[in-house]
């Protein structure tokens, strides 16, 4: 090397690595979650309240927990790390489909009387597969790069600000798709736009009032796996 090339600069891949105590437990609680969420997806749930009626799924009830998580994992272990592990639950939600739909095509021993309602179910349906699956790589990649953005563009400060700011463009995008791509065309336009504006408002509503908490998360991560 001549006196006046730079030095070569060692990849990222071969720096040292940091150990973190509880990254594997919240890959394990964010891909958990958003498994037990496709299931719950499944069963439409509606709320009359006289005057009108919200229309949304079963995965409403955890699947904002998987934004509160992946917050998380940006946040303290990087938008790199973050998006291994969005992919990592991107392939197992692949797996459970595909495992799901050997189970419904295996032929039922003559004890089982419940094929028909597992495929009700748990039944491999390639529209809400498809809508599930882009829907959530598409929110939360947008969710971790936004949040990455703007912490890099504005510094540290205002945690709330890359907290809500990531999850108004994750959760849009997320909703958006789902819904359209599974039921555009099957519902109704009014039961669809409810659907839309119900599920993106309720998953927002959720991670405002749970902001506190996401702050007290963060600040415990922070502490115990001793980063500034």
């Not at 400060?157 to 849009?172: D, I, M, N, Y």
Request: charged letters at 15%.
């Amino acid at each position: 090397m001549s006196a006046t090339e730079a030095p070569e600069t060692v990849p990222d891949d071969h720096a040292p690595q940091v150990r973190y105590r509880y990254f594997d437990l919240v890959v394990a609680a964010f891909v958990g979650l958003l498994l037990i969420s496709n299931v719950a997806a499944t069963k439409s749930i509606e709320l009359d309240f006289n005057l009108f009626a919200l229309v949304a799924d079963g995965g409403a009830i955890c699947f904002p927990m998987t934004y509160i998580l992946g917050d998380v994992l940006t946040e303290i272990y990087g938008l790199r790390r973050a998006r291994r592990v969005i992919f990592t639950g991107f392939a197992l939600s692949i797996l459970a489909a595909l495992v799901f739909l050997a189970v419904q095509s295996a032929p039922p021993s003559a004890s089982y009387e419940n094929q028909e309602a597992f495929e009700a179910v748990l039944g491999f349906v390639p529209r809400i597969v498809a809508a599930s699956l882009i829907g959530y790589v598409a929110g939360q990649l947008l969710n971790a790069t936004v949040l990455a953005w703007i912490k890099q563009r504005f510094g540290p400060r205002r945690l709330w600000v890359r907290l809500l700011g990531s999850t108004l463009v994750g959760e849009l995008a997320d909703t958006a798709l789902f819904c359209t791509i599974a039921f555009a065309g099957v519902m109704g336009r009014g039961e669809f736009l409810n659907y839309i504006v119900t599920g993106y408002v309720y998953k927002c509503t959720v991670e405002l009032v749970l902001l506190p908490v996401t702050y007290r998360v963060i600040a415990w991560f922070r502490r115990h796996e001793q980063l500034d």
